[in-house]
């Protein structure tokens, strides 16, 4: 059963910015927003399951570069969207349906910015995740440029970058475990794959952290000079259900990416993870779903506009 978590608590996080950020924000403006919002999501995901992950990564890549301010849906050839770092990223359509849907009862009300806040809100719901509350009042930037996204974590990472990059953003190495147990739904491509699997770091060899007897199994999904578009689950037996599942995985040498597997080789992130699977954490914690949701709510106050600040596009994709 989904668990519902009042978060009113962690409104003064990340100082002023958070605290200008309420719940119901709406409620007399656009009363029905996220009503809206939810039905679009539901009907997205009911046409194809893989999009309520899809939305989740639109919201983090979103509020990695410039704050959660909608920068990453603006269209044209020097757009944010086309970063390197931004490769796969989807979901655009969703957003935009959504906005014309408000735009149709309330009109130059509701952000794009707060509509990915919502909507990745309600992908996890739909995942038989946690259910929770997100504040609003988010507004859109004037600014979007490929060259901002130029700092986005990647998969070929090392740890001590994830770290550095999160802990920039106000984040922890605990928010960074968590966050990335976000890959309990999705999938991921091929492409991602080829460099672990058969040259790890210039190895010439798959990377060592992998379980002796998961390697073939993602070998003969991702064939050494196969079609890279092919797509595998990240979550290995658990990918349609948001759960714990893939820090399981992660410990036990059957996480499919390398940055999921990494968290593994770093002391501070391994205890977090082992942290979920104590003797008694299923009566005292640490409770994966509550900390997944307080982390998601920091995250998506990651340099909020407010205020008098950006505006409220009329279309997500373009200025107005």
Sequence with gaps: MALLLSLVTLCCFLGST???????FYSSTCPNAEQIVSSVVREAVSSDRNIAAVLLRLHFHDCFVQGCDGSILIDGSTAEKHAFGHQGVGGFEIIERAKTRLETVCQGVVSCADIMAMAARDAIA??????????????????????FASDMPEVGESIQSFKDKFRQKGLSEKDLVVLN??????TTACFFMTERLY?????????PTINPTFLPELKAKCP???????????????ENKFDSQVLKNIRDGFA?????????????TKRVIDSYFGFLSTIIGPFFERDFVESMVKMGNIGVKTGSEGEIRRVCGAFN
Excluded: K, M
């Design 181 to 186: 147990a976000a890959h309990t739904i999705g």
């Design 126 to 147: 739909v995942s038989n995740g946690p259910v929770y509350a997100v504040s609003t009042g988010r507004r859109d930037g004037r600014v979007s440029n490929i060259s």
């Design 18 to 24: 958070q605290g200008q950020l309420i719940e119901g």
């Design 256 to 268: 499919v990416l390398q940055s999921d597997a990494s968290l593994y080789t770093d002391e501070e």
């Design 224 to 238: 050494q000079n196969g079609d890279v578009n092919v797509r595998l689950p990240i979550d290995r037996g658990s």
């Design 199 to 207: 040259n790890f770091r210039g190895s010439g060899s798959a990377d």
